[in-house]
């Protein structure tokens, strides 16, 4: 069965501390492996989709990344605009739908 | 454009009711997958409908169950409703299911079993 685990649970960070964030995976296939972020009460929001082992993407002060069992986001220079759930999911050939882990709590404090 | 339509977005009901939460996709959007978010736990996969059509179904009772309409509108319908029942239900919607295809979530709706 697809399993992710993300870790850690929680993480609290200084303005400008940089961090990452893992996601390990186990898959039959990894058709997409896909980072959200959520804010408290809202949906979880599309930021990073990373298909093969070395890819690498980047948006603003989050660089995500990927292996061939896990993935890590990593946060440059964060600012508290970037405190939020950072979810990570994937997605197999054998089965469209997408399977998420429980989350990292990020906080960012001024 | 607009984005996932979800309502009601708060619900309060009793345990043994019964409820039915409501998901409008993105215009053009075939696909409709339905999660669970309960209180400091990721989202747990319900339901997946594509084309009028159940694709796939999570670890959940069937109790749980749902439908999608011909404009691929979809209801979540929840039957004798227990106190774990108690989450943040979302919707999303995607264009292709046949590609690697991103999901957009609406805001969810909070249902509290009493």
């Known amino acids: 069965e697809d399993q992710v685990t993300q870790s850690p649970e929680a993480l609290r960070l200084q303005e400008g501390e940089s961090s990452s964030l893992n996601c390990s995976y186990t898959?039959?296939?990894?058709?997409?492996l896909f980072w959200y972020r959520q804010d408290p009460g809202k949906g979880p929001e599309f930021l990073f989709t990373?298909?093969?082992a070395g890819e690498e993407k980047e948006k603003e002060r989050l660089k995500a990344t990927l292996t061939k069992k896990e993935s890590f986001l990593h946060i440059t220079a964060p600012k508290p605009e970037d405190s939020a759930t950072y979810l990570c999911?994937?997605?197999?050939?054998?089965?469209?739908?997408?399977?998420f882990g429980a989350g990292t709590r990020l906080t960012v404090k001024p | 454009e607009a984005g996932v339509t979800q309502s009601p977005t708060h619900l309060i009901k009793t345990r043994g009711q019964q409820v039915t939460l409501r998901c409008s996709p993105i215009?053009?959007?075939?696909?409709v997958y339905w999660y669970q978010q309960a209180l400091g736990l990721g989202l747990q996969f319900l339901l997946w409908?594509?084309?009028?059509?159940?694709?796939n179904r999570g670890n959940f009772p069937p109790r749980f169950s749902g439908r999608q309409f011909p404009n691929y509108s979809s209801e979540l319908n929840v039957n004798a409703l227990e106190l774990e029942d108690s989450a943040l239900y979302l919707c999303?919607?995607?264009?292709?299911?046949?590609?690697?295809?991103?999901?957009?979530f609406g805001s969810g709706t909070q249902l509290s079993v009493l």
């Open positions: 999303a919607s995607s264009l292709n299911i046949d590609k690697e295809e991103k999901l957009f």
């Open positions: 409908y594509d084309e009028g059509e159940e694709r």
């Open positions: 999911a994937v997605q197999a050939f054998n089965n469209n739908d997408m399977r």
């Open positions: 898959v039959s296939g990894l058709r997409g």
């Open positions: 215009s053009g959007h075939t696909s």
């Open positions: 990373l298909y093969s």
